[in-house]
């Protein structure tokens, strides 16, 4: 079951829209997330989509997902962290390399 809330424009004259809509995966019509599906209950996908009436662009949105989602954030870290130690061994502990992982995520996620 998905929990849908949204928000954004459109013009009629123009035919043109700008809305983000939100989407959740719900175990419930209650909407309250459930224990069935815990790995993505009430995780909230952002989705723009924007364009002509008649040929709608849809695109996520990665820097607001990953916002709204903070789990995403330390599930994402700790994957990049073993995915240093596989690649680089002992390597991996280096300060710059630390460094380096984690400037990229806070471009990901900010």
Known sequence: MLRIDGKGNTHLVSERLDFIINTSVVASSKGQGGKGIDDIADLTVPVNVKGDWAKPTFALDLKELFKQNNELEEK????????LEKLLGDNAKDDNIKKAADKFLKGLFN
């Open 76 to 83: 994402a870290k700790k994957e990049i962290d073993r995915g």
